[in-house]
C-alpha cells in the first residue's frame, strides 16, 4: 500500500513556515515527511535555502513523522564524513525516523566554494563511494578510508544512528543511474511514474522501496494557482540535464522565461478539483510507488491541509 508523505520545501520557506507545515501534515493525516536540501532557490522568487540539517532538527522537537531528505548531495559541498554525522545525530533526535535521500547534485548548490563541477559519470562514482564511506561510519567504528575521492583518517561517529545503519535511497532519473542504484542503494527515488525507468531497477537487482514525488498548487481559484506555479516553480518543466548544470538561480530565471503559463497548466495540478488530484497521485500508486511525497506550492499552506484531510485523502484510502 502506497504511504502519503508532505513534501517540505526549503527553497520556497523559511525554517519556522517549514516547521510549521510540518505540525499541519500530521494533523492532516500524512504518515512521513521529505524536506529538500540547497544552498540556493531555483530562482529568486523562491528567496528561501535555509541549512537543511538544522531543520530538521527544529522538525524532531514537533513531530513523530519519520523524514527523509529528498535529497542531499554527499559529495562535493559537504564530504561525506559531515554528511555522516549531521545525518547521524539528525536520526537519534529523530528517535530512528531519518531516512536519508542521496543524489549526484546540481551545479546550483555544489559549485560555491569553487570546486570543479564534474560530469555526470564521475559524479556518480563519487556518489557511490560517499555511501559508502557513510555506512561505513554509521556502525560507529573507527573508520579509516584511502579511496578514489574521499580520505577518512581515525573518524569515529560517538553519537551513530540509533540502529546503528540508515536507510539510503537514491535519485535516479535516467537507465544508468537506475541500474547503479539497484547495485549500492536500499531504495530508489524518482520523481514521476516513470514505469520503465522501475522496471530497469528491478531488472537490475533493485528490491527497494520507490520513493517519489509531486508538486501541486491548490487553490479554490484554479487561474490563480497556475500563476503561482508559473512565478514560483517553472524549472520543474526544464528539459534534460539543465537542472544539473545551471550554477545560479539567475541562469535559471533566464531558461525558464521558454516556460509559459499554458505550459504549467498542463504539467502542474492546480486548483480544488478533488478528482484531478487523486487522478495524479493514482498515477504514482499504480507504477508501484510505496511513498509520495506531496508538496504545495505557495502561501495557501492551511486551505490545503484541509483540502487533502477532508476530501482528498478519503479518495485515497
Excluded at 111 to 122: Q, S, Y
Excluded at 244 to 251: D, S, Y
Aim: net charge negative; aromatic share 10%.
Amino acid at each position: 500500500m502506497t504511504a502519503f508523505g508532505y513534501f517540505l520545501s526549503c527553497e520556497e520557506f523559511t525554517p519556522g513556515q517549514l516547521v510549521e507545515q510540518a505540525r499541519l501534515a500530521e494533523r492532516a493525516g500524512f504518515t512521513r515527511l521529505a524536506i529538500s536540501d540547497h544552498f540556493h532557490p531555483w530562482n529568486d522568487a523562491q528567496g528561501c535555502s535555509p541549512f537543511v540539517w538544522g531543520v530538521i532538527g527544529a522538525l524532531s522537537q514537533v513531530t513523530r513523522l519519520p523524514v527523509t531528505t529528498l535529497v542531499t548531495c554527499p559529495t562535493v559541498r559537504l564530504h561525506p564524513a559531515v554528511t555522516a554525522q549531521a545525518a547521524a545525530t539528525a536520526d537519534v533526535q529523530l528517535a530512528g525516523g531519518l531516512r536519508l535521500g542521496v543524489g549526484t547534485g546540481e551545479a546550483l548548490n555544489e559549485h560555491v566554494l569553487g570546486d570543479r563541477w564534474p560530469p555526470f559519470e564521475l559524479r556518480a562514482e563519487m556518489l557511490e563511494e560517499a555511501v559508502a564511506v557513510m555506512r561505513e561510519l554509521f556502525t560507529g567504528g573507527l573508520v579509516s578510508h584511502h579511496g578514489v575521492y574521499y580520505t577518512v583518517e581515525n573518524a569515529r561517529l560517538y553519537t551513530p544512528p540509533k540502529e546503528g545503519r540508515l536507510p539510503v535511497y537514491v535519485s535516479a532519473f535516467g537507465p544508468k543511474a537506475a541500474e547503479a542504484a539497484a547495485e549500492f542503494a536500499d531504495g530508489l527515488v524518482t520523481m514521476t511514474p516513470d514505469t520503465e525507468l522501475i522496471a530497469r531497477y528491478r531488472a537490475a537487482g533493485g528490491t527497494g522501496p520507490l520513493l517519489g514525488g509531486v508538486k501541486v498548487c491548490w487553490s479554490e481559484d484554479r487561474a490563480r494557482a497556475v500563476k503561482t506555479a508559473h512565478r514560483l516553480w517553472p524549472s520543474e518543466l526544464l528539459p534534460g540535464e539543465l537542472a544539473q548544470v545551471l550554477p545560479t538561480p539567475r541562469h535559471f530565471e533566464q531558461a525558464t522565461e521558454l516556460v509559459t503559463e499554458e505550459m504549467v497548466a498542463r504539467a502542474v495540478t492546480c486548483g480544488d478539483d478533488p478528482r484531478e488530484h487523486a487522478d495524479r497521485l493514482r498515477g504514482y500508486v499504480e507504477a508501484g510507488f510505496d511513498e509520495v511525497y506531496v508538496g504545495q506550492i505557495g502561501q495557501e499552506q492551511e486551505g490545503f491541509f484541509a483540502f487533502w484531510r477532508e476530501q482528498l485523502l478519503p479518495r485515497l484510502e
